[in-house]
């Protein structure tokens, strides 16, 4: 069997419905598989149908727990939901899958739920990789709705936030003035600002605080303030509006025309980064001659020495390769 | 004034010992200034002497309070002592520098203790960047020892560990499971395991733990085993050890060759990483073209509306620039 067969095959079942070869195509993602170009061509004219929803936030605001809330507010009204909780400060797989096993309880049975948590591999790179590629197979197997939750905290949830249609910035209350800088700096991606725990002493500031931020903040779309849903997760309260929320973005973004404007974006960026990796598989190739490795263990003893300074010495390598 | 000359001036007065120009070369680093290359390439020749000693862990293991620790042990041994806090989680800077300040009063008036954050920025390539080029801007200003010391969480911590020649990870008792897990992660980084919080209950389980872990660990240096210390860092407790431990690894270093080869790996991963940058300035250059913009657009749009794959679209692209 070619390799492209494979592919191919693998495409087939889980477009069929085939969980097993979902979570298989999620890890060959995860593992960077070579096999991944031909994964992605099979599934290219099946995907653009799921609406994607991004929920970031700090550690302890209830991530979680709204994505659960959400999946069953979705499934109540009939759609199909994937979870795909991304975290990005972890190089190691396996340990959330434990924490999957637990989540799925509750919808064990509906084949309509399906959860998976993924690393991002050591490699910094790997992290603009693995979400696009693994929200593509999830799109072409068939779900109505992608909840992506980041775990874990850091830049890297403005980078998750950018994959999805409707971004969703949680807070909760008393969460302290770390957390209110973190507001500031992710009120850009936010499409709707979630209070989480709002029936905690402090809400009310909270809400106040990120109103003001709304009113002061800048966005690229003028035509949409990001919304602010009071929620407590935990015990649903809030969850039908929030859900009601995020059906009005996505109206928004299709009557604008910028669920097509965003969307688009997001391939160039991810087309770029891939053509970038093949730029970087060139170098890496022209690396592999023993004269060049020569030459870059010298550039090396010569920077590590204090010899030379590493934009001289990458100057010297790029002026070898071309 | 030429910008090479006030790269030069620049650097002329950090090398002699100004603060001020210090900082604005740090900022330059953090602001990915364009006379970068200028100013890395005027402090080549004074770089290689610091000891570079990386503390990383789990949030609330007391990474700042071992640093002060350490800073006071290693001034009152008469090194000149810089510490960089990086944050690799923050894309804001400014919020750390209060804090900055807070630290830095116990030193005020003592100018061989510099202590310095750095935010990275948004871009997740910036972090490779920021850490080095400070490093090397540090080490040119004469200090002995600089102790760059991780803020936030991540796999950002066990990059940063790279960069220095030794690297202390830090554990605490009663951390729960997740540290744990983490522990194993980093444990292939870990120069010196340092268990702080020692007085706490649950410290002889940590410490048996780690003891099990690097028992089982399996690392590049077959020579070094890495050792446990036991601190109670905010009473001072342990330091002492905790310097002869690493002045040990430092002497294994120089003694294996172990030092040069790992400075020259670094050395080889910074130039390799600048020339990709100078790649993908050319690729962005290429593209530039109002052809090649209208071609990605195109491009774009079949992406996001299912007609190709990116990896697919990726080759168009490539296959046009060669």
């Known amino acids: 069997m070619t390799e492209h067969s494979t592919a191919t095959e693998l495409v087939g079942r889980l477009v069929a419905g085939d969980r097993r070869a979902l979570a298989r195509a999620i890890s ?20 653009g149908r799921a609406r994607v929803v991004g929920l970031t936030g700090a550690p302890g605001v209830g991530k979680s727990t709204t994505t659960d809330a959400l999946t069953r507010a979705l499934r109540a009204q009939g759609h199909s939901v994937a979870v795909l909780a991304v975290d990005p400060s972890s190089p190691f797989s396996g340990g959330a899958l434990l924490g999957d096993r637990i989540r799925m309880q509750e919808h064990a049975g509906d084949r309509q739920v399906y959860i998976r948590s993924m690393a991002s591999r050591g490699h910094l790179g790997g992290l603009s990789w693995a979400a696009p590629h693994a929200l593509r197979v999830l799109d072409a197997a068939g779900f109505d709705v992608i909840l992506v939750e980041t775990v874990g905290v850091g830049q890297a949830e403005v980078e998750i936030a950018r994959h999805a249609d409707t971004t969703l910035v949680l807070s909760a209350p008393g969460m302290g003035d770390g957390v209110q800088a973190a ?19 402090g809400a009310h500031a909270t809400i106040r605080e990120l109103r003001q931020m709304v009113s002061q903040g800048s966005r690229e779309e003028q035509d949409w303030k990001p919304r602010i849903v009071s929620l407590v997760a935990a015990r649903g309260e809030g969850v039908d509006e929030l859900v009601d929320r995020i059906t009005e973005h996505e109206r928004y ?5 910028m669920l097509h404007r965003r969307r688009r974006q997001r391939a160039r960026e991810e087309i770029e980064a891939i053509a970038l990796a093949g730029l970087r598989t060139r170098l890496g190739a022209l690396w592999d001659g023993a004269q060049r490795q020569a030459m870059l263990d010298k550039l090396a003893d010569q920077v590590a020495t204090g010899g030379t300074d590493p934009y001289t010495a990458a100057d010297t390598l790029l002026a070898e390769l071309s």
């Open 183 to 201: 507001k500031a700096g992710v009120l850009e991606v936010a499409d709707l600002l979630v209070v989480n725990k709002a029936d905690r002493e």
């Open 253 to 257: 973004l299709r009557d604008s025309g």
């Open 28 to 47: 060959r993602v995860e593992n960077a598989d070579p096999d991944l170009p031909g994964i992605m061509s099979a599934l290219a004219s099946r995907t």
